[in-house]
Nanobody
Framework: QVQPVESGGGSVQPGGTLRLSCVAS??????MGWFRQAPGKEREGVAG????????YYADSVKGRFTISADNNKNTVYLQMNSLKPEDTAMYYC??????????????????WGQGTQVTVSS
């Protein structure tokens, strides 16, 4: 089993920044990423990283604003979120698993995810 634990959410004004962290303890995993779900909307993939070569995925809606990175020694993945918009408001969930290939658009392929951290962007 893998246990992801998120931190770093909060409330910011539009244009602000936040940094999310996720520590994934337990079994080996090669895919770590972030999904989000806003009220009344489906859960969507935001960003992901493949631990072997650190190749990354970004949803079109966050490209150029969000950056995902990983520290394999710490089993930690980070999501730097810049230029935040009100539409980024959502519960953000960290996922971690060993799957091939990594799929950061389908939440259902992941067996392990955290409890979520709330991000609110509002003036």
């Amino acid at each position: 089993q893998v246990q992801p634990v998120e931190s770093g959410g909060g409330s910011v004004q539009p244009g602000g920044t936040l940094r999310l962290s996720c520590v994934a303890s337990g079994d080996t995993h090669n895919c770590m990423g972030w999904f989000r779900q806003a009220p009344g909307k489906e859960r969507e993939g935001v960003a992901g990283i493949y631990s072997v070569d650190h190749s990354v995925y970004y949803a079109d809606s966050v490209k150029g604003r969000f950056t995902i990175s990983a520290d394999n020694n710490k089993n930690t993945v980070y999501l730097q979120m810049n230029s935040l918009k009100p539409e980024d408001t959502a519960m953000y969930y960290c996922v971690a698993d060993f799957i091939r290939p990594c799929d950061f658009e389908s939440f259902g392929v992941y067996s392990y995810w955290g409890q979520g951290t709330q991000v609110t962007v509002s003036s």
